[in-house]
């Protein structure tokens, strides 16, 4: 399993993945100051903010040292839907219900996508693919290695937005509906390598998962 940088992975829906930059200290110190300099970008300092929802890590928790969130058990929640069992008895939120059902069930064990970490075990439900468990996508587990020094982050890593310890934004286009980015500058990679590299001593980056 690994996590690519491809700008699927990097931006979601309309979310996106932050590097904030601040100056090493305490785990509290650090936070607190990544909430400040978000909040100069939040829509009630500036008419022209850049987030409208933010968490730490989030969809991107992992990406600084490379490790997929998606390879937790903690991350899962036992379906709702089906109750862990994998089959789907009820439904109510299929209009209509599928005629074939065995294709049906088929289809959807089919599509378990690769990094899945479990089997499928039912017939099954489109909620957790037969599998019982559905990823939480929103808020993984808190992951320490969504903190790290600048120097530790891994080299390929390309955020989309950078926020310098002096709260300058920097970022790679214009986040759009969608996740559709426009005007990119296309030296975002090395302007962003660049960035880092600035910060490389006696920095952390703190990786936020920023929604627009
Ligand atoms: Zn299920």
Redesign the pocket.
Known sequence: MSLTTTKEEMTQVSHFSTLVIVERGTTKRIKKEVERLLNLYGDHNTDDPKWDWWQFGGRFSGSLDGTDFRANPKNYNT?T??KGT?T?TDFAMVTPPPKDLDQWYERIRQDLPKWYIYQVIGKG?N??YGT?H?LNWISPVEYRGDILPVSAIRKDFIPFAIISPDGKWYQRGEMGMWAIVTNESPEWESTAKTIIETYREGFVGVLVDCHT
């Open positions: 379906c839907i089906c994998g789907r439900c909620a957790c019982g559905t």
